[in-house]
T-cell receptor, first 112, second 114 residues
Framework: KAGVTQTPRYLIKTRGQQVTLSCSPI?????VSWYQQTPGQGLQFLFE???????NKGNFPGRFSGRQFSNSRSEMNVSTLELGDSALYLC???????????FGAGSRLTVL | GESVGLHLPTLSVQEGDNSIINCAYS??????FIWYKQESGKGPQFIID?????DKRQGQRVTVLLNKTVKHLSLQIAATQPGDSAVYFC?????????????FGQGTILTVHP
């Protein structure tokens, strides 16, 4: 059974650019959550989607956005990149009625 | 707001020893607690979870203890092996919220020496 797949795994951008990260959840999982992981702040919740609707949102500026498609795949976008956006962005999925989040390996973003 | 913290940022043990990793949380409404393990280059991997109506839960070589009175959570790993070397995170879901939204502790680095 395939796990949570995130693409791209690594990317480098410059300040002011925008980036889109993709997440394919485990088959049958309809809930997708996104987290940002940095050495200074640790793992921080970005947002959660279920059935194409944002169910929860973390305390991040409006430059961070996301969406979910009808096949449960999700994307997150960061616009006007700042140096501090350099991080590992993790996607996790869970199936309806279950509690455990299964994480992908993450997309490592470096902003120069 | 919710905050979750760890008492020790690093833990170094010998192979075969038992390891204990601690975590404190602040929201008394928290009702679901999870331990994750993260190895280098990988995403967090689920280890064990516990609900607030329990105070102990055991898995394979791991035990989670929950003390709601002092808002403290611990992970015990028996007969620690070099493959257990990783960063361990506790995470908390507050009551009434979706379980997709977790508050993570800062992590403890566990190093197991052969």
């Amino acid at each position: 059974k395939a796990g949570v797949t995130q693409t791209p795994r690594y990317l480098i951008k410059t300040r002011g650019q925008q980036v889109t990260l993709s997440c394919s959840p485990i088959s049958g999982h309809r809930s997708v959550s996104w987290y940002q992981q940095t050495p200074g702040q640790g793992l921080q919740f970005l947002f959660e989607y279920f059935s194409e609707t944002q169910r929860n949102k973390g305390n991040f500026p409006g430059r961070f956005s996301g969406r979910q498609f009808s096949n449960s795949r999700s994307e997150m976008n960061v616009s006007t990149l700042e140096l501090g956006d350099s991080a590992l962005y993790l996607c996790a999925s869970t199936k309806t009625g279950a509690n455990v989040l299964t994480f992908g390996a993450g997309s490592r973003l470096t902003v120069l | 707001g919710e905050s979750v913290g760890l008492h020790l940022p690093t833990l170094s043990v010998q192979e075969g020893d038992n390891s204990i990793i601690n975590c404190a949380y602040s929201n008394s409404a928290s009702d679901y607690f999870i331990w994750y393990k993260q190895e280098s280059g990988k995403g967090p991997q689920f280890i064990i979870d516990i609900r607030s109506n329990m105070d102990k839960r055991q898995g394979q070589r791991v035990t989670v203890l929950l003390n709601k009175t002092v808002k403290h959570l611990s992970l015990q790993i028996a007969a620690t092996q070099p493959g257990d070397s990783a960063v361990y995170f506790c995470a908390v879901a507050a009551g009434g919220t979706s379980y997709g939204k977790l508050t993570f502790g800062q992590g403890t680095i566990l190093t197991v020496h052969p």
